[in-house]
């Protein structure tokens, strides 16, 4: 059982920041849960994935949507990952949701697809005003 609780949603202007934290924690051995990252569904659209740790490798990946604005890491000591989303636009607005799995991202090519991941936070709410 893998417990994931968000924090840091909000409502900014287009071209704001926000920094988004996910702790983590298990009743059983949290480093098996090798990837941990972030994804986000807008009203109407699928939840789509924005940024995964692979935390075996210290590496990250991104949605093309979000390369060079958005910034995942991780504290492998709490364990907690963040996102840092910078100059925010109106479509980054969607729920954001935490996701955690043991190897849904040993792969780029399968690593941003929500039915890959087991577990998942409850979702913070981001919502970017023009």
């Known amino acids: 059982q893998v417990q994931l609780v968000e924090s840091g949603g909000g409502s900014v202007q287009a071209g704001g920041s926000l920094r988004l934290s996910c702790a983590a924690s298990a009743y059983t051995d949290i480093s098996s849960i090798h990837c941990l990252g972030w994804f986000r569904q807008a009203p109407g659209k699928e939840r789509e994935g924005v940024a995964i740790f692979y935390r075996p490798l210290n590496t990250a990946m991104y949605a093309d949507s979000v390369k060079g604005r958005f910034t995942i890491s991780h504290d492998n000591a709490k364990p907690t990952v963040y996102l840092l989303m910078n100059s925010l636009k109106p479509e980054d607005t969607a729920m954001y949701y935490c996701?955690?799995?043991?190897?849904?991202?040993?792969?780029?090519?399968?690593?941003?697809?929500?039915?890959?991941?087991?577990?998942w936070g409850q979702g913070t709410q981001v919502t970017v005003s023009s």
């Open positions: 996701a955690a799995d043991t190897s849904a991202c040993r792969s780029s090519t399968i690593a941003l697809e929500a039915n890959r991941y087991h577990h």
